[in-house]
């Protein structure tokens, strides 16, 4: 099993719906998570991290984090066209400064 | 704003070339990645290093080695280039779990 697993997708939405982006992590003792995003022929920039149970809210992002089923999700209110791009999960392992990446879910966003 | 900078964003080599990808940092970050990311494999690990003169292998080390001779300069090389390590080659750096930043890439095409 690897260690932080996706669905590649991809996804489409429309534009103005809300965006579901999930992830599973198979390391319990992985204690923060990170939400990246990648456009197209670009490096990954840092949108969101949580570390405790329940949902972080910024802006139109939402992170939930449900460490009992190992989950953590991306929720993307208001999809505009300019979201479209391959949103990485990323958790580092316990007690170890390596980040594991998933394979990343392509989104696109419809206008 | 934190800087990590790549020598190329484009690269081009023929095959058994020994070829030196370098990546800079300026925020004295101790930790440094070097990531390929490969389409449907995601980003994978190849080396990091924790300090100076100090390195670890990561997931896919095989081909490559590396040298980190100052704190700010993390270099990855290929010592003979062979054509399944063409990709985007991807660094990063961090000081904690919290603060990872990443380079904008090289896109190496070996012919």
């Known amino acids: 099993q690897k260690e932080v697993e996706q669905n590649s997708g991809p996804l489409s939405v429309p534009e103005g719906a809300i965006a579901s982006l999930n992830c599973t992590y198979s390391d319990r003792g992985s204690q923060s998570f990170f939400w990246y995003r990648q456009y197209s022929g670009k490096s990954p920039e840092l949108i969101m991290f949580i570390y405790s149970n329940g949902d972080k809210e910024d802006g139109r992002f939402t992170a939930q984090l449900n460490k009992a089923s190992q989950y953590v999700s991306l929720l993307i209110r208001d999809s505009q066209p300019s979201d479209s791009a391959t949103y990485l999960c990323?958790?580092?392992?316990?007690?170890?400064?390596?980040?594991?990446f998933g394979a990343g879910t392509r989104l696109t966003v419809k206008p | 704003d934190v800087k990590v900078t790549q020598s190329s964003r484009y690269l081009v080599k023929r095959t058994g070339e020994k070829v030196f990808l370098e990546c800079v940092q300026d925020?004295?970050?101790?930790?440094m990645f070097w990531y390929r990311q490969d389409p449907g494999l995601g980003l994978r690990l190849i080396y990091f290093s924790y300090d100076v003169k100090m390195k670890e292998k990561g997931d896919i080390p095989e081909g490559y080695s590396v040298s980190r001779e100052k704190k700010e300069r993390f270099s990855l090389i290929l010592e003979s280039a062979s054509t399944n390590q063409t990709s985007m080659y991807l660094c990063?750096?961090?000081?904690?779990?919290?603060?990872?930043?990443f380079g904008p890439g090289t896109r190496l095409t070996v012919t």
């Open positions: 925020m004295d970050h101790e930790n």
């Open positions: 990063a750096s961090s000081v904690t779990n919290n603060e990872w930043y």
């Open positions: 990323a958790a580092p392992l316990y007690n170890n400064n390596d980040m594991r």
